[in-house]
């Protein structure tokens, strides 16, 4: 979940401030592989999938030490393997908080992969829930899109930063897009009603349902039981309308501006 728990959002990371450690990573810093025959290259690469595998199997069950160790071979086998920079990035990020170690496998991940939309995405997400870098996280938010646009994921996650930034009709375009991409995103439904919730609550109040339909655990999420005691309701049974995923913030924002304010009695 996102950690701006004054919007409420919903941001994730595809399966307080911190200190800039940018400067400390060397990027160009790899262990090259020995040798130069196909042979030798193939063989291992073979051996760092087997760890690779195995570390994923260790990080289910809990053991992170073991997968850590596991990701480490894997790396020195396969120097270039994005995804297990990547996902020894996620790990050491969600799992045994070594933040350096994590923005530096989340960045030579994309060294190594540029068009690899997951690494961007959650290196995106470290670099606004850690660092509260909202631009570097903006741009690789727009890179995972650029790499997939049908990024769900990617999507609703800028439109979380973006609503952050006081960007409302940008963040309506991308829960949009969340939801036209994977309709089952659930995430994209709850997002879009808590920024609709001021401008239109009517329809606020359905795709808060929707959201919960999709998946009932959101209940639980901070951001739907605020929505449920802004509205003051309890009933979240989906009643399966129809719902039509188009823009409509600029107008109602617009509208809001022209109505005439009411008169203050002395």
């Not at 130069?36 to 291992?44: L, V």
């Not at 030490?65 to 596991?70: F, T």
Request: aromatic share 10%.
């Amino acid at each position: 979940m996102d950690d701006n728990e004054a919007s409420g959002c919903i941001s994730l990371m595809d399966s307080q401030s911190i200190a800039n450690w940018y400067r400390c990573l060397d990027l160009t810093c790899m262990e090259q592989p020995t040798g130069d025959s196909s042979s030798i290259e193939a063989s291992s690469s073979g051996r760092a999938d087997g760890f690779l595998g195995r570390a994923e199997e260790e990080e289910r069950k809990g053991n992170y030490r073991a997968a850590s160790d596991c990701y480490r071979k894997a790396l020195r086998l396969d120097p270039y393997n994005a995804t297990a920079h990547n996902n020894f990035g996620y790990l050491c990020s969600t799992h045994t908080h070594d933040y350096a170690t994590a923005e530096y496998h989340y960045r030579l991940a994309i060294r190594c992969s540029p068009d690899y939309a997951l690494a961007h995405n959650n290196l995106a997400f470290f670099l606004k829930k850690n660092k509260r870098d909202f631009e570097g996280a903006e741009q690789h938010y727009r890179e995972a899109i650029r790499c997939d646009p049908g990024y769900s994921f990617a999507h609703s996650n800028l439109g979380v930063l973006l609503k952050a930034k006081k960007d409302f009709e940008g963040a309506e375009k991308h829960y949009l897009a969340a939801i036209s991409s994977n309709p089952r995103y659930a995430p994209a439904y709850l997002n879009y009603s808590l920024l609709l919730k001021n401008h239109d609550e009517a329809t606020s109040w359905d795709y808060l349902k929707r959201a919960m339909a999709i998946d009932p655990s959101l209940r639980d999420s901070q951001a739907a039981q605020n929505l449920v005691r802004a509205f003051a309701r309890t009933d979240l049974s989906d009643d399966g309308k129809h719902l039509d995923h188009h823009p409509r913030l600029a107008a109602l924002i617009q509208a809001k501006k022209k109505s005439p304010s009411p008169l203050i009695s002395s």
